[in-house]
Every structure is written in C-alpha cells, then in structure tokens.
C-alpha cells in the first residue's frame, strides 16, 4: 500500500500501525527479490557475453534487496506539511514518508520506504525548529532486534512543544557495539549530513576528533555518491582504502548493509605490491626518507638518465632502396619528447613511429605513395628496433628502484640536491640484493616501485577514493593513492592528533598537495557522539603536547562514572586488568583489553590462566565472545563498549619518540563507547596527573 493512502496517526494504536506498515515493507521487498529472481533473460540477450553480464548485474540485484532480519528497514518518518512534488519523491505523492536503508515499492510501484540519500529524505536529517523545511513532525523508530518497539515524535512547527534530546536518538547511539561496525544512516548530525551530501566532481577532507563519526561520513558519502552518480562511478569504480586488514574487516559491513556491494576495500600495501613482495621493514630513519615527496623526482631523473642522444643515423631497407634518418633529426625528436614531459613508456612506443614517419616523408618525396601499414612495418625493423634500444630503452620499474638501492653512485648521481649525504645512507642496503626476487622489498619500497611505475605507465584512476585514518600516510603514499583518483575525486578522513608514524602528516594542506588535490574542501568534524564526555576530555589534556591549536572534541554523551583512573602495586598490575575486565563483562557489549605491544603476551597468559578466552583485532565479537586483547599500534579506527587500557606509560615508551608514544596513547583512550578504566604501576605522563 503506498505511504500516502495509510491513515494519520488518529488510530488507538499507533505502534500497532506502524508494525504493520514494516511487516507489509518487508512483504514488498521480498516480491522485489523474488521479481529480480524470476526474471527470464534468455530472449534479451544476443549473445553469451551479454548473457553473463546481465546475470551478474541480476545477481548483484538480487543479493541488494536481501531482507537484514536485524537491520531496521526504516528508522524514520516525516510528515510534510504540504504535498512534495512527484519527481522529488520518486514517485511517490503525498505527505507522509518513511525513511530506510534503501528504496522499497509495493506491486504498482508506489514507494512504501524512501532511500535515505533521496532528495525527499534530506529533511530527516536538516529540519529543525529554526527551519522546518515544511516538515511537520519528523518520527523516529526504536528497534528490539528487528521488531519495531517504539517510536518518537517531534512537532517541528509547534511552538507549545519544548525542544529536547531524542531519547531514541542517544539509544541507537549508545547501543552496544557487538560485531562488526554499523552504519550510522539513522543517526546522522546536520554537519555530517551535508559532508555525505557534497558533490561527486569535489574532494572533501574531514579532520574529525575520537567519536565524531569521520569514518562513518565517508562510508556513507559513498553510499550517496552511488546513488546519485551509480551510472558513472559504476564505469570509473570506488575504494576505500583503510590504514590494516584489521580495520578493513571491521567496516567491511557498513555498504552491504546500505545496499552497495561493488565498492571494494584495501590497505595502500594492497595497492602498491602487485609487482613485489613485501618481506622487509624499514627502520624508522629509512622509512621516512623513502616516504618523502623528493624520492619522485629522483625517480624520474633515475629514469629519464636511460635515455641517450643518438650519434648515429638510422639506416632503413625496404626492397631495393635504402632510406636513411641522420642523428641530428633522431635527436630533435627526442628532445621534444623529453620536452613534452611524457610517461617513459609511452615515449618508448611513439620513437619508432616518429622514426618511421621520417622514413615515410623521404618515401613521399621520392614519389612513392607509403599508407599506415607501411609506417607500422618501417617501426618495426631491426633498425629502427635497434636504435630505440639504444636510445630510448625499456625500463623495468622494480629493476630502477632495486639500482638506486644498491648502487651508491647511481643514487648520490640523481639525488644531487635532493638529498643529503646522511639521508642517501639511510636507504642504501647494506647488502644488495642480487635480484628483483631475492630482494626483501618493505612496505616503502614497493611505494617506491608503484611510483616508478607510474613514471612508465599512466595509473589507471577510479571515480572516486576514500582514504581512512589518512593522517599516517606518508607523501609518496599520499602520491599513491592520489594516481589512483587522478581523474576523479577523493574523501579524505583523519584526525592531525592520531598520527603515529614517524612520517604522519602536519597539516591537511601538506598532505592534499601531495594527493593532488589542493582545492579540497577541509572540513572539522568537533561534536563527538561516541566517546563519553569524562573519557574525551580526560584524553584531551594531551592535544597541547601532541597537536597545538587543534579543537578538542566536544562530547554529547554526560555519561557520569564512564571513566575510572586506578594506581595499583606492580606485582599484582596483570591481576589487577584481569580484574577489570571481569567487571567490564558484567555490562553488555563488547570489551577492548588495550595494552602496549610489549605487554600483550603476559596478558595474553594471564587471561587464559584465569579462563577467559579473548579475540585478535579483527576478529568478529559475538554475544558469547565479547573480549579482544588488543596491542596498540592496532587500536586506530576501532571501538569497544568497555576498554581496560593497561599500563599508559608502556605504551607511550613502546613508540621511538615521546610525542608518537603519546598520541598512540591519545588513540588507546579514545576507544570506549561506555566506559574506561585505566590501570597503572608506573607514573602516568604528566599530561594526564
């Protein structure tokens, strides 16, 4: 039945109504599936390839309009104050409409619930009392596990009704995060919501502190772009690319969930290793150097050094005559293509067509009439095969970067200017690989490679790119991910107080530059929904040492007794977590036991020796395993119910300098959803007393 023919909420029981509007939705969207499951392709397709892309297309429809038995298929109602028109509505008339995860019609195509990203929709998330947006009551829904439980109503345009926090609203905020994580569709903020609404043809950068939903906006900036762009991005793709295999796995739901299946997800190691394999690790001084802007340019002078100037003509035999290019015309083009700034590899094909296009115009003048055929022919002669060889050579672009790295004058030869003494020695290998497969390539030097790669074959670029936790990339990472969004757009998210590596960014604007997206929009994400007020504040006091002027998040949640603070004797510090963490189990939801790397293994044992079984990072939380053990260098981007944060001093020394050490500790307390304890038998950092 479609939205606008239900009665007005005048009934005795409007829960009642309302249960039945979600049982007759989930009725329609199971005839969409099984409409997309009956359908017979066999008299619209011309030929097996056709066939297969259709079914493929099918199957993807078919896995998009599958029922979520937990998932609310709408969370949402507004009741308009006047009727919006048709087109606005996707054909849908009338005042009232639901609000979901997805689009939903009945037998004759009426809309029962309205896609979250459609233009109608908007005014869920907008509207307020200041500006109603014609909207005169907005409904909210509450769920116990897929049963529609309650709802909420606000009268936006009543005067005589006070204006308060959704209790609904701080629920579903609040609720319990067990498995992996959720999308936040119900729970957008107005300044979220226009993030996730920008345009596709823009990049955005999102600074946003712990808790202020950053990786959520750009998930669900991806999910709209989809809707509104799926034709194009379709064509050009969409990545998400995420800071390890850990954090990828736990947002890997978030699309499914909003009905996009073919965004795909990797770490920037995914991207950069398809040539190598990465089975070495820099030291810290290595890694940045490696990691620095300058690298590309000695890059390309490393490899623009193969290109000699000819000193010899090229002689050409075709039949009886002899056609002869003197070095001073090979030369001329040579230098025009150097001049043109051309990837390598792609010089390299137009030489010999250059060359043979020379040889064409003597055919010409001595009356002969040559066609394409005949130029593609002269290119491929032992002359002129030969002297392209010499000239302009194939360069294999992990063989470049394995020379730089083991041949000292080859590096100092086109590091000149760029980089000092010290740093040259820095990335030298002390003992050089014999070849590119023997080589124990590092995470930094297979940056290295793609780069390179780059110099010789253009990248191919998607539509569109989102770049989590992007505060930890380095410049040539950042150069990276960019080649891969060269020619679309990009969602940028990070937050300047959690870079940990010794080559995070400083600035936004620093780091947009080298993605190549200077004119991005940066926008900072204050207001946190996640981490209790006491937690974020308490963790705030270390943003004076670890990032000046940035603005500390401002929590919603009051949560008081969320944050407990606990001095124990050394001997008995494991006894003490294991302890906390036995408290923790009491609440429900999931439970982060956070220790520095060095610490894990003892707590590791000290669980199992108490009977308590744990989960690794990345590991899906369930109602009956709801503890991960976790080391802090992964930590980022995750998010538990209770933390027990173990031994803060630990973690800060397990970092090479104090400032890292402290921001990876500004991350460990910044993880509870509910509630923090921490425990100590060292002094904490003066920041924190």
């Not at 990472?477 to 998210?493: H, N």
């Not at 304890?677 to 920041?687: D, F, G, I, N, R």
Request: include cysteine; aromatic fraction near 4%.
């Amino acid at each position: 039945m479609p939205a606008h023919e239900f009665e007005s909420d005048t009934t005795t029981d409007p829960l009642a109504h309302e249960r039945a509007h979600l049982a007759a939705s989930r009725a329609a969207l199971r005839a969409m599936r099984e409409d997309a499951q009956n359908l017979d392709i066999r008299d619209v397709t011309a030929n097996w390839v056709n066939a297969a892309v259709l079914q493929a297309q099918i199957d993807e429809r078919i896995k998009s309009l599958a029922d979520l038995a937990h998932t609310p298929l709408f969370f949402g109602r507004l009741d308009y104050l006047h009727v919006v028109g048709a087109e606005e509505a996707e054909g849908a008339e009338g005042e009232q409409f639901y609000i979901g995860r997805r689009h939903v019609h009945d037998a004759v195509g009426d809309p029962m619930v309205i896609d979250w990203r459609a233009p109608v929709s908007q005014p869920f998330y907008r509207a307020s009392r200041k500006d109603p947006l014609d909207v005169g009551r907005r409904r909210r829904f509450g769920y116990t596990g897929g049963d529609l439980t309650a709802y909420e109503d606000e009268h936006l345009t009543d005067p005589a009704e006070a204006e308060q926090t959704s209790k609904l609203l701080q629920a579903e905020i609040e609720r319990p995060r067990v498995g992996p994580m959720r999308d936040i569709v119900a729970t957008i903020q107005p300044e979220q919501d226009e993030i996730v609404r920008s345009e596709l043809g823009g990049t955005v950068c999102v600074q946003g502190g712990p808790g202020t939903g950053k990786t959520a906006v750009g998930l669900h900036r991806v999910a709209y772009l989809l809707y509104a762009h799926r034709e194009r991005l379709a064509r050009t793709g969409t990545l998400v690319v995420g800071p390890n295999r850990s954090f990828l796995h736990y947002i890997e739901q978030v699309l499914p969930a909003l009905g996009e299946l073919e965004v795909k997800q990797a770490t920037v190691e995914d991207l950069v290793t398809a040539q190598i394999e990465v089975r070495g690790a820099d030291e810290a001084t290595a890694a940045v150097v490696k990691g620095d802007a300058r690298m590309a340019e000695v890059l390309r002078r490393a490899l623009r050094s193969h290109v000699t100037l000819p000193t010899e003509p090229v002689m050409v035999v075709r039949g009886s005559r002899r056609w002869r290019v003197p070095a001073y015309e090979i030369e001329e083009m040579v230098q025009e293509l150097l001049a043109r700034d051309m990837r390598y590899g792609a010089a390299h094909e137009a030489l010999p067509q250059r060359i043979a296009h020379a040889v064409l115009v003597r055919m010409e003048e001595a009356g002969e009439a040559p066609d394409d055929r005949v130029q593609n022919a002269v290119a491929r002669t032992p002359a002129v095969k030969a002297a392209v060889k010499a000239i302009w050579p194939a360069v294999d672009p992990a063989k470049l970067v394995l020379r730089l790295l083991s041949d000292a004058e080859f590096l100092a030869e086109h590091a000149e200017g760029l980089l000092t003494e010290d740093e040259r020695k820095a990335i030298l290998w002390a003992k050089p690989a014999r070849s590119v497969k023997s080589a124990k390539w590092s995470a930094a030097d297979a940056v290295l490679i793609d780069e390179a790669a780059d110099l010789v074959a253009r990248t191919h670029s998607l539509g569109h790119v989102v770049i989590d936790e992007a505060q930890d990339l380095s410049p040539m990472q950042y150069r990276a991910v960019g080649r891969r969004c060269s020619t679309g757009s990009a969602t940028v998210l990070g937050d300047l107080a959690q870079g940990t590596t010794p080559w995070s960014t400083q600035s936004w604007e620093q780091a947009l530059h080298h993605l190549g997206k200077a004119d991005a929009l940066v926008e900072e994400l204050t207001a946190g929904f996640r981490v209790p007020r006491d937690v974020i504040a308490y963790a705030s006091r270390l943003l004076p040492v670890i990032s000046p002027g940035l603005t500390p998040v401002e929590s919603v949640r009051e949560s008081p007794g969320s944050l407990s603070v606990r001095e124990v004797a050394s001997g008995v510090l494991d006894a003490a977590v294991i302890a906390a963490c036995e408290e923790s189990l009491a609440h429900e939801g999931s439970i982060g036991l956070i220790a520095a790397d060095a610490r894990v293994p003892a707590l590791a044992d000290a669980l199992t020796a108490a009977g308590h079984t744990y989960l690794s990072p990345g590991q899906e939380t369930t109602a009956e395993s709801r503890l991960t053990l976790v080391p802090a260098s992964l930590a980022k981007g995750l998010e538990y119910d209770y933390v027990v944060l173990d031994e803060p001093a630990a973690v800060v020394d397990g970092e090479p300098d104090e400032r890292t050490g402290l921001r990876r500790l500004y991350v460990a307390l910044t993880r509870a959803v509910s509630g923090l304890t921490v425990l100590h038998a060292a002094s904490l950092p003066e920041q924190l007393v």
